[in-house]
């Protein structure tokens, strides 16, 4: 079974630093996914991260994967308060029978202060 | 605005009762995924649809069922609530395509208060 670890799952970081939030998973998988959530607000979609070596930026985020070490980074760079908000990483999972869902880490909460 | 519309967006009932919540997913959009959400399970994937039937299952509780309806838009039903049933459920779809899941767009929530 597809299982999903992230790291840390709290993160309280100052404006202007830098910092990178992991996502480890357990067996082989091309593509993961990266999703932001507000406070009780829906989920986001950030990233499609879909081979090896793929590397995704918009704005302070930038997303990486790489396969072969089942690891995706998401680094935060010169963190701003807007940033404040929880970070998930998913990954597709084939089920028995051939479905497909995704499997999602348990999210990184990140707190950015003035 | 993802284009998943959920409602309703939030509702209270008491244990032992049964509701519905309903999702219309994006235009051309043939999964719908259902997930629950609460502070000590984190996000919890539910179960899915794929034009009509249904595709993959997760944690879903003997209580829960859903369904798909030909017109593509989905209802989770939940019935003999229980206080621990108290979640924020999301609605997601995707395109669906074989190989992959491919983005899924999650929409707005419906938030459930079992007293």
């Known amino acids: 079974e597809l299982k999903v670890e992230q790291n840390p799952l709290f993160l309280s970081m100052q404006e202007g630093k830098n910092y990178t939030i992991y996502c480890n998973y357990s067996?082989?998988?091309?593509?993961l996914y990266w999703y932001r959530q507000d406070p009780g607000k829906s989920l986001e979609s950030l990233f499609v991260?879909?081979?090896?070596?793929a590397v995704k930026q918009e704005g302070r985020l930038m997303a990486s994967l790489d396969t072969k070490a089942r690891l995706s980074t998401l680094h935060i760079t010169a963190a701003v308060h807007d940033l404040s908000a929880t970070y998930f990483c998913?990954?597709?999972?084939?089920?028995?029978?051939?479905?497909?869902?995704?499997?999602f880490g348990k999210g990184t909460k990140l707190t950015v202060n003035p | 605005d993802s284009g998943v519309t959920q409602t309703p967006k939030h509702l209270i009932t008491a244990t032992g009762q049964r509701v519905t919540l309903r999702c219309s997913p994006r235009?051309?959009?043939?999964?719908v995924y259902w997930y629950q959400q609460s502070l000590d399970q984190g996000l919890q994937f539910l179960i899915q649809?794929?034009?009509?039937?249904?595709?993959a299952k997760g944690n879903i509780l003997e209580r829960f069922s859903a369904q798909q309806f030909p017109d593509l838009h989905s209802e989770l039903n939940l019935s003999s609530l229980e206080l621990g049933d108290s979640a924020l459920y999301f609605c997601?779809?995707?395109?669906?395509?074989?190989?992959?899941?491919?983005?899924?767009?999650f929409g707005p929530g419906t938030r459930l208060l079992v007293l």
């Open positions: 997601a779809s995707s395109v669906g395509t074989s190989g992959s899941v491919g983005t899924q767009y």
């Open positions: 067996t082989t998988s091309d593509r």
């Open positions: 991260l879909l081979s090896n070596g």
């Open positions: 998913a990954v597709d999972s084939i089920t028995q029978g051939g479905s497909e869902k995704l499997v």
């Open positions: 235009s051309g959009d043939l999964s």
């Open positions: 649809y794929y034009n009509g039937e249904e595709r």
